[in-house]
């Protein structure tokens, strides 16, 4: 069976070049997963301060950052500051709206790390703004591969991570040459993201780093065949449903709702709060189609 490969595009965040695999012109969402960034490895030369995002917003998602190598300083509107190590997950649930920062700390030279997010469900109660810290999670070790579950239930495991609707997140990292079959979850579709490593073979398929694997929904079974580089990322979920789904800059939900909180946003609205920071405050591009809506202001 063919399986849908998804690439990847290069944008930049914070001065430091991402791979952007989600959202793709082939495929928005992988369940409730609407966004996967991958940054790095990049190693900073001294007086480059590394990744520096300033004071931006978020509605109607859930920022979910896996890191691989070192440390990003995490600042919000509720007051959270904290600091993210290798094998932690930030998460940071944006409800009606929320502000933070991203910056690499001062001393340090790498950056390595995913970061996704996660369409939250609409309802007539806004879901409210929270941040969760993970320093640990499910790791194990299966012949010549290391499994770390980031979120969900896999393999008879849960991770404690903060959930709204129906996922899972499993880093696959080789140690060795290895070929590995995964059970899989018929309900869900699944993807397989490529994080590091020569080309690895997907069902018989190969695919290259930085590219997803999509299999859909159907499946019990998938077979990964890895090298000693390998790292991937299995992401699955329950299909999302949303009617008018947007994304557009920082924002995820309905059109009209995206429209009001840019407006929000550029009022210096209190929905979203502060951040406690000198950083500079981020000016979302125009919108593309308030002539096709209701007017921005």
């Not at 301060?49 to 300083?73: D, K, R, S």
């Not at 393999?155 to 080789?174: K, M, N, S, W």
């Not at 398929?205 to 299995?234: C, M, Q, Y």
């Amino acid at each position: 069976m063919t399986l849908q490969k998804i690439k990847p595009r290069i944008a930049d965040v914070g001065g430091i070049p991402v791979a952007r695999a989600l959202p793709n012109r082939e495929r928005r969402t992988i369940g409730s997963w609407c966004f996967l960034d991958h940054a790095g490895p990049a190693r900073f030369e001294e007086g480059n301060p590394g990744m520096q995002v300033g004071e931006h917003p978020h509605i109607n998602l859930q920022t979910f950052t896996w890191m691989l190598e070192g440390e990003v300083l995490h600042k919000d509107s509720l007051g959270n500051e904290q600091l993210i190590r290798r094998k932690q997950v930030n998460l940071m649930t944006a409800g009606h709206g929320i502000a933070h920062t991203e910056q690499t700390p001062p001393g340090i030279n790498v950056l390595h790390a995913v970061q996704l997010w996660i369409a939250l469900p609409q309802s007539e109660t806004p879901i409210a703004a929270a941040f969760e810290h993970y320093p640990e999670l499910p790791e194990w070790t299966q012949a010549n591969t290391r499994f770390t579950l980031l979120t969900g239930e896999f393999a008879g495991r849960r991770a404690p991570t903060r959930q709204f609707t129906p996922l899972v997140c499993v880093d696959i990292e080789a140690l060795g040459q290895d070929s590995i079959e995964l059970t899989l979850n018929p309900e869900f579709e699944y993807g397989l993201f490529l994080i590091t490593g020569a080309p690895a073979s997907i069902n018989n398929e190969l695919f290259e780093l930085n590219e997803v694997a999509f299999l859909g929904t159907g499946k019990n079974t998938v077979r990964i065949d890895t090298t000693a580089e390998s790292r991937l990322l299995l992401l699955g979920g329950t299909p999302i449903d949303v009617p008018d789904f947007q994304i557009w800059w920082n924002f995820v939900g309905a059109r009209n709702d995206i429209i009001q909180a840019q407006k929000d946003w550029n009022a210096h609205d209190p929905r979203f709060g502060k951040v406690d920071t000198d950083m500079k405050r981020l000016t979302p591009p125009d919108l593309p189609w308030v002539d096709k809506a209701q007017p921005a202001s």
